[in-house]
């Protein structure tokens, strides 16, 4: 096995695709992600995993259970399973960020280049690893 090993930085910054998986692991899915100004992931609920974000650039907010805190480039965050959660960009320059799942939740090698054409898709992880 190989793992993943890049500059998520790098990687993060240069992404324009609302979402992008880059490595599906049997435990653990990393995922780019791209808010527009004005754009949110939208509220969501994991029962069964918890989830990091690290924010690379812009500035936004993240929800959590009903309380909204301020994020910006350099900051990590962690919801656990079971809280209600949501990610705006309350900038007026992309919020760049990645995502770590734990389990993976999207299919592996997905990329969906806007919001709506994630809201569109009806995908989740079925189980395939990148390797």
């Known amino acids: 096995m190989q793992g993943f090993v890049a500059d998520i930085e790098k990687l993060t910054v240069e992404n324009t695709d609302f979402r992008r998986v880059l ?50 480039d350099d900051d990590a965050v962690i919801v656990p399973a079971g809280a209600r959660h949501n990610v705006v960009n309350t900038g007026d320059k992309p919020l760049a960020l990645y995502t770590l799942y734990g389990p993976p939740e999207h299919r592996e090698g997905v990329v969906h280049k806007t919001k709506a054409e994630a809201d569109a898709a009806d995908e989740h992880f079925d189980g395939k690893t990148t390797e």
């Open 23 to 72: 490595y599906t692991g049997k435990y653990l899915q990393l995922v780019l992600m791209t808010l527009q100004p004005g754009e949110e992931i939208g509220a969501e609920v994991h029962e069964d995993h918890d989830q990091f974000f690290r924010v690379e650039s812009g500035s936004g907010e993240v929800r959590i259970d009903g309380k909204a805190t301020p994020i910006k």
